[in-house]
């Protein structure tokens, strides 16, 4: 099975600031990659597939890169209802997630 | 607009058998285009992927609890349903099902999720 490698675990950071999470694959996933926000109690929303594609309805600020084994993704200006935890997920047969990045405000 | 709500017993004793369904409306669930899956969440914990299923029955499950999973699909009901036997502490968690979206298959719809505690 493909491990994924999701860093930081958790951070802190302000309003405004630039957030990066990162995901490494075990293995080259090409681009089958994504990435989901989950608030507290509720249900995990996609954001980003395929690695950089923005999925309907979400904020601009929220974007994707990577391909092969190293994706990175990006909040470009943090704002208040950004805090929640954010997970990768990767497709190569078998859809598996990574550990989330418990994002929080400063 | 597509939704999804999981159900099932909130309480299951250990040993036994978990059992959830999930009801799709707003769409049907025999669309050639879309797999069909349940993932858990243990209190506190990150996100597992439990198994998926297409409209056809073909599955595919996580290998870690393939022995102790089944997935079926009744597309006259347009449900599908999670078995889990042999159930223990460890199985308590919020259970979701949620849709695949081909071919990089991120889950694009969610159920709202249902806590299932395993105790006696």
């Known amino acids: 099975d493909i491990q994924m490698t999701q860093s930081p675990s958790s951070l802190s950071a302000s309003v405004g600031d630039r957030v990066t999470i990162t995901c490494q694959a075990s293995?080259?996933?090409?681009?089958?990659l994504n990435w989901y926000q989950q608030k507290p109690g509720k249900a995990p929303k996609l954001l980003i597939y395929?690695?950089?594609n923005l999925e309907t309805g979400v904020p601009s600020r929220f974007s994707g890169s990577g391909s092969g084994t190293d994706f990175t993704f990006t909040i470009s200006s943090l704002q208040p209802e950004d805090i929640a935890t954010y997970y990768c997920?990767?497709?190569?047969?078998?859809?598996?997630f990574g550990g989330g990045t418990k994002v929080e405000i400063k | 607009q597509l939704q999804l709500q999981e159900s099932g017993p909130g309480l299951v004793k250990p040993s036994e058998t978990l059992s959830l369904t999930c009801t799709v409306s707003?769409?049907?669930?025999?669309?050639?285009?879309?797999?069909w899956g349940w993932i858990r969440q243990p209190p506190g914990k990150g996100l597992e992927w439990i198994g998926s299923?297409?409209?056809?029955?073909?599955?595919y499950y996580n290998p870690s609890l393939k022995s102790r999973v089944t997935i079926s699909v009744d597309t006259s009901k347009n449900q599908f349903s999670l078995k889990l036997s042999s159930v223990t502490a460890a199985d308590t968690a919020v259970y979701y099902c949620?849709?695949?979206?081909?071919?990089?298959?991120?889950?694009?719809?969610w159920g709202q999720g249902t806590l299932v505690t395993v105790s006696s």
């Open positions: 949620a849709r695949l979206r081909p071919p990089t298959h991120p889950f694009d719809y």
């Open positions: 707003g769409g049907s669930i025999s669309s050639s285009s879309y797999y």
């Open positions: 299923i297409y409209y056809s029955g073909s599955t």
């Open positions: 293995q080259d996933i090409s681009n089958y």
């Open positions: 395929d690695a950089s």
């Open positions: 997920q990767q497709y190569d047969n078998l859809p598996f």
